[in-house]
């Protein structure tokens, strides 16, 4: 299956869409800084989830040397027992992070997600944990706050994150391909959700 004329703005476009959920305004902004419609946007949403599920196109780290170009930097990582390559570009609507690819020994694709380019400066984030949508990555969370824990997002580009804040208030932060969404004050009362497995 040919990848012909989907690039790097076209798989933006891709991430934008799973985050139009939470944050329209935001996508819709992005979209104009793109200088693409909303018809480009599905259009581009469409055909990368045809991708996805061909039997015939490229598949792991190949699909996304196509679609991205070389990667700007991999490094060998061991996550428990498991070796893995991780493998990184940047894309111009995050300027400041990075998209990292994980695949496995095998070639397959563990996670892909938007990071903080590593011995980046970590945003300061407000003490109450109140994020502002589309501000901080889940390492940043992980760098500020108290009793981090992943949980189970309800699609496998969301993650939903728990943490104290230093007055010890408890909130969840739900974020999308690794960028926060939104925020909002942890329910004591309710259930806990199940720990996301990494």
């Not at 991999?74 to 498991?82: A, F, H, K, P």
């Not at 894309?91 to 011995?119: I, K, Q, Y």
Request: hydrophobic share 40%; glycine share 8%.
């Amino acid at each position: 299956m040919a990848l012909s004329g989907f690039g790097v703005t076209e798989f933006q476009l891709t991430l934008l869409r799973r985050m139009q959920d939470f944050q329209p305004d935001l996508v819709e902004a992005a979209w104009e800084r793109l200088g693409v419609t909303h018809s480009d946007a599905r259009k581009a949403n469409a055909f990368w989830q045809t991708v996805e599920r061909s039997r015939t196109a490229p598949r792991g780290l190949d699909r996304y040397r196509i679609v991205l170009g070389a990667p700007v930097g991999q490094s060998d990582v061991t996550i428990g027992d498991v070796q893995c390559r991780l493998a990184h570009w940047y894309l111009p609507l995050w300027p400041d992070l990075r998209w990292e690819l994980l695949t496995s020994a095998t070639g397959t694709v563990v996670n892909g997600w938007l990071a903080r380019e590593h011995g980046g400066a970590v945003p300061e984030l407000p003490a109450d944990g109140d994020l502002e949508p589309w501000s901080c990555v889940i390492g940043d969370v992980e760098r500020t706050y108290a009793d981090v824990k992943h949980l189970e997002g309800d699609a496998p580009s969301r993650w939903h994150v728990a943490f104290t804040t230093p007055t010890g208030s408890g909130r969840l932060a739900r974020f999308v391909y690794g960028l926060v969404q939104t925020t909002n004050v942890r329910d004591s009362r309710a259930s806990p959700a199940r720990a996301r497995s990494t």
